[in-house]
């Protein structure tokens, strides 16, 4: 026996013409839209998506290396890969420096004649036991490790130059393309205090002997030297002036 409750159901969105005039004689509510499912979007993938600056200064030296097969059609990023890796030679090379290191007489040619052209050297002559000399020292460790791109070495007075006299010591020679550009003799060179940012200042009088490696020009370090003296200075008068008020 026939099930007379079945009722048939069309297509899902389909419409018959009945229905269809019955709409337009607003007698039935207006047809809604059919369902539509959203447009495919694969999953993103990292291998294809646009290269720029960031995504080659997140890559190690040896990445770099890996994907130079993979750059050759790039331009841009064979360019900026070049780039990289100088930057990182450069830093490596900066970390060579950081202190004041000790050298002997068969030393000074290859560590101060042969430095590399772009690098400055100062080199302290000193005698041991000397109170100036270890004053200067103490200064220049600082400097040392506050511009590691300027190499800071020290010899023995008398390894360097024979005879020289202990009355010429703290002595400072300061080289570059290895030849002498500047020579400071005696404490008294550097003022009444002898100071790591007086020093920094005579050291650069007219030459841009420091480098940080970092503050990407010479007058950077210039400014920036002149500010940490007047800041010292500074501090010391509040001090003085502290203690003069505390003993009245």
Same mark, same amino acid.
């Given at each position: 026996?026939?099930?007379?409750?079945?009722?048939?159901?069309?297509?899902?969105?389909?419409?018959?013409?009945?229905?269809?005039?019955?709409? *337009?004689?607003?007698?039935?509510?207006?047809?809604?839209?059919?369902?539509? %499912?959203?447009?495919?979007?694969?999953?993103?993938?990292? #291998?294809?998506? %646009?290269?720029?600056?960031?995504?080659? +200064?997140?890559?190690?030296? #040896?990445?770099?290396?890996?994907?130079?097969?993979?750059? +050759?059609?790039?331009?841009?990023?064979?360019?900026?890969? *070049?780039?990289?890796?100088?930057?990182?030679?450069?830093?490596? *090379?900066?970390?060579?420096?950081?202190?004041?290191?000790?050298?002997?007489?068969?030393?000074?040619?290859?560590?101060?004649?042969?430095? %590399?052209?772009?690098?400055?050297?100062?080199?302290?002559?000193?005698?041991?036991?000397?109170?100036?000399?270890?004053?200067?020292?103490?200064?220049?460790?600082?400097?040392?490790?506050?511009?590691?791109?300027?190499?800071?070495? *020290?010899?023995?007075?008398?390894?360097?130059?024979?005879?020289?006299? +202990?009355?010429?010591?703290?002595?400072?020679?300061?080289?570059?393309?290895?030849?002498?550009?500047?020579?400071?003799?005696?404490?008294?060179?550097?003022?009444?205090?002898?100071?790591?940012?007086?020093?920094?200042?005579?050291?650069?009088?007219?030459?841009?002997?420091?480098? #940080?490696?970092?503050?990407?020009?010479?007058?950077?370090?210039?400014?920036?030297?002149?500010?940490?003296?007047?800041?010292?200075?500074?501090?010391?008068?509040?001090?003085?002036?502290?203690?003069?008020?505390?003993?009245?």
């Amino acid at each position: 026996m026939a099930d007379y409750h079945f009722v048939y159901k069309d297509v899902e969105g389909a419409s018959t013409q009945w229905d269809d005039i019955q709409r *337009k004689l607003g007698n039935l509510p207006p047809k809604p839209p059919a369902l539509k %499912p959203p447009p495919f979007e694969p999953a993103p993938d990292p #291998d294809s998506a %646009p290269k720029d600056k960031s995504w080659v +200064d997140a890559k190690t030296e #040896d990445e770099l290396d890996e994907l130079e097969d993979d750059l +050759d059609d790039d331009r841009f990023l064979e360019e900026y890969r *070049k780039k990289r890796l100088a930057e990182m030679k450069e830093a490596a *090379k900066v970390s060579k420096y950081g202190s004041v290191m000790q050298i002997s007489g068969s030393d000074f040619v290859r560590e101060v004649s042969q430095a %590399p052209q772009d690098v400055w050297v100062v080199v302290f002559l000193y005698k041991e036991g000397s109170p100036e000399c270890g004053l200067l020292l103490r200064c220049l460790d600082e400097l040392a490790i506050k511009y590691p791109a300027t190499k800071f070495v *020290k010899i023995i007075s008398t390894e360097c130059i024979p005879n020289y006299p +202990d009355h010429n010591l703290p002595t400072l020679l300061v080289y570059h393309n290895g030849a002498v550009k500047a020579n400071y003799v005696s404490l008294h060179s550097f003022g009444r205090r002898c100071t790591p940012e007086g020093v920094a200042l005579v050291l650069c009088k007219s030459d841009p002997v420091l480098n #940080d490696g970092q503050s990407g020009s010479e007058q950077a370090v210039l400014e920036g030297i002149r500010r940490q003296f007047i800041e010292k200075v500074v501090t010391e008068h509040e001090d003085d002036d502290e203690g003069g008020s505390s003993s009245d």
